[in-house]
T-cell receptor, first 111, second 114 residues
């Protein structure tokens, strides 16, 4: 699976949009971009995934660049409960494959 | 959404004893389950992959005789840490997939070996 690069940490004011970038310049044509987050001492939580098109669900939006070498996860109105480590992962869309977790971005939402 | 239940949430044991951690998929059949461990302020590291009815595949450096994995049914996988020692203290997490593109994770088990 392709390697991803994320900033180590970010801060965001409560109520503002949190934009978390991810670089995946070696992504293959059949690899999807997944985002998970892990709140302290809990298991990772699925947020969203996409291939080429931008995606939106009740939790977040995913913006993927046209060349697919980078993407941005957007939390439109960050709350204190969104404080977590956010992992950007690229993998082939095959359920039996593992997810490789990099170091992720530690997002701190500030009151 | 799909739910993966992991039990216990935390366990404290004496050195030399064995500890069993259960991972259950509650509303789907998990053809594949993964076991991870995570040290403080570090990312998840894959330990092994288990498919229902077959032997687990362990990652390099993970002792199969120490970390026994059983995936006897499509809804249950267990990880047994045998003869636990303080260096085995860690956060253990399971995940499961039913074959679609998403992995669902358990809530994790904090193991402390005294």
């Amino acid at each position: 699976d392709a390697k991803t690069t994320q900033p180590t940490s970010m801060d965001c004011a409560e109520g503002r949009a949190a934009n978390l970038p991810c670089n995946h310049s070696t992504i293959s044509g059949n690899e999807y971009v997944y985002w998970y987050r892990q709140i302290h001492s809990q298991g990772p939580q699925y947020i969203i995934h996409g291939l080429k098109n931008n995606e939106t669900n009740e939790m977040a939006s995913l913006i993927i660049t046209e060349d697919r070498k980078s993407s941005t996860l957007i939390l439109p109105h960050a709350t204190l409960r969104d404080t977590a480590v956010y992992y950007c992962i690229v993998r082939v869309r095959a359920g039996a494959n593992n997810l490789f977790f990099g170091t992720g971005t530690r997002l701190t939402v500030i009151p | 959404g799909a739910v993966v239940s992991q039990h216990p949430s935390w366990v404290i044991c004496k050195s030399g004893t064995s500890v069993k951690i259960e991972c259950r998929s509650l509303d789907f059949q998990a053809t594949t389950m993964f076991w991870y461990r995570q040290f403080p302020k570090q990312s998840l590291m894959l330990m092994a992959t288990s498919n229902e009815g077959s032997k687990a595949t362990y990652e390099q450096g993970v002792e199969k005789d120490k970390f026994l994995i059983n995936h006897a049914s499509l809804t249950l996988s267990t990880l047994t840490v045998t003869s636990a020692h303080p260096e085995d203290s860690s956060f253990y997490i399971c995940s499961a997939t039913g074959g679609d593109e998403r992995l669902f994770f358990g809530s994790g088990t904090q193991l402390s070996v005294l």
